[in-house]
């Protein structure tokens, strides 16, 4: 939900810095995402030596891994996959650094190209 005069406009969408509204350029708004539900991601190491991965903010996206690299391999892609059932599923997706994947986008009328 946005706040009373704000709007999205095709190719952007808001993220928001201290209660301001600054339209971004959204041409990679799931790469940004994904880097940044990734960076909020924690590891443990398990008692076997293995690794399990988690991103508290999506839930039911953990992973496993034998090693961290493969853990985090795993748990990116187990994030996407999370991100595109839930987009396709109507279902919605936490806010993370500011973006909003929910948001309705605008759409243009044809003749206005």
Known sequence: MHPAGASVSRGSYLRYHIG??????GRYVLSE????????????????????????????????????????EELRSTLEEWILLGLKMGHELPVIAGIDLNAEPTREPVDAL
């Open 20 to 25: 301001e509204e600054k339209p971004v350029n």
């Open 33 to 72: 995402y994904m880097e940044a539900a990734m960076a909020a991601a924690f590891y443990d190491k398990l008692e076997d030596g293995t690794f399990s991965g988690r991103i508290h903010e999506c839930a039911g996206v953990v992973a496993l891994g034998k090693s961290l690299r493969e853990c985090e």
